[in-house]
C-alpha cells in the first residue's frame, strides 16, 4: 500500500461546478496535512493545509480531514478553467516534516 | 511565506558528467528537502538536507549519486553524479518552518530541469 493515494483522474467538471478532490493516507500517526496545485510546467503552490478533524475553509476551497478513516479531501466551490490543474496531496508523514505525495489528481474544468 | 531560488532553471548535459543545483532561500528555515519530478509523475523525496551534517537520504537514493550540501540555515546544493539518460527530471528544492506541534508548510523553488543526453 501507498503512504498516500490519490485517484489520477483525469476528474472533469464543467464550470460553476464543485470538484471534489480525494485522498487518502497509511500512517495513523501523520497530524499535518497539504494540498497543493501544479500547474504543468511549474512547481507545486501550497493552497490548503489542514490540522484537525473537520473542514477548513478558504475562499472557494474548502479542505477536509478524518482521521479516523485516514481521508482527506478538498472542495473547489464554483470552479473555472483556471482551476485546471493537477492537485498534490500531502502528508507530513508520521510527523517526521518530511512531505510525502500522493500521484496526483488532473482536474479539468470545462467552460 | 519564504521565497526559494533554484539555479539552474535547466541544463542539458552529457551523460557521464554531474550538475550541481543550488538553492538559497530568503529567510531561515528549519527544514530543507531535495525531490524529484519525473515526467508526468508525482514528487518523490530524495532526501533531507541537514545543516552541517550528512544529509538523511531516502530509500533508493545515495550519498554517491546525490551527495547534497548545507552549509546554513538559507543554503543547500544537490549533485546529480555520473548522469545518465534517466536521471533527466525536475529537481525541487522545498524549504519548510515548523510552526506548532509538527506542522509543516514546505514552499518549493522554481525547479531545475535536467534533461541527459
Known amino acids: 500500500q501507498k503512504e498516500v493515494e490519490q485517484n489520477s483522474g483525469p476528474l472533469s467538471v464543467p464550470e460553476g461546478a464543485i470538484a471534489s478532490l480525494n485522498c487518502t493516507y497509511s500512517?495513523?500517526?501523520?497530524?499535518?496535512f497539504f494540498w497543493y496545485r501544479q500547474y504543468s510546467g511549474k512547481s507545486p503552490e501550497l493552497i490548503m493545509s489542514?490540522?484537525?478533524?473537520g473542514d477548513k475553509e478558504d475562499g472557494r476551497f474548502t479542505a477536509q480531514l478524518n482521521k479516523a478513516s485516514q481521508y482527506v479531501s478538498l472542495l473547489i466551490r464554483d470552479s473555472q478553467p483556471s482551476d485546471s490543474a493537477t492537485y498534490l496531496c500531502?502528508?507530513?508523514?508520521?510527523?517526521?516534516?518530511?512531505?510525502?505525495f500522493g500521484q496526483g489528481t488532473t482536474l479539468q474544468v470545462k467552460p | 511565506s519564504a521565497v526559494i531560488s533554484q539555479k539552474p532553471s535547466r541544463d542539458i548535459c552529457q551523460r557521464g558528467t554531474s550538475l550541481t543545483i543550488q538553492c538559497q532561500v530568503d529567510?531561515?528555515?528549519?527544514?530543507m528537502f531535495w525531490y524529484r519530478q519525473q515526467p508526468g509523475q508525482s514528487l518523490t523525496l530524495i532526501a533531507t538536507a541537514n545543516q552541517g551534517s550528512e544529509a538523511t537520504y531516502e530509500s533508493g537514493f545515495v550519498i554517491d549519486k546525490f551527495p547534497i550540501s548545507r552549509p546554513n540555515l538559507t543554503f543547500s546544493t544537490l549533485t546529480v553524479s555520473n548522469m545518465s539518460p534517466e536521471d533527466s527530471s525536475i529537481y525541487l528544492c522545498s524549504g519548510s518552518q515548523q510552526a506548532r506541534r509538527l506542522n509543516t508548510e514546505a514552499f518549493f523553488g522554481q525547479g531545475t530541469r535536467l534533461t541527459v543526453v
Open positions: 500531502a502528508v507530513n508523514i508520521r510527523n517526521t516534516g518530511k512531505l510525502i
Open positions: 500512517d495513523r500517526v501523520s497530524q499535518s
Open positions: 529567510s531561515q528555515v528549519t527544514m
Open positions: 489542514i490540522y484537525s478533524n
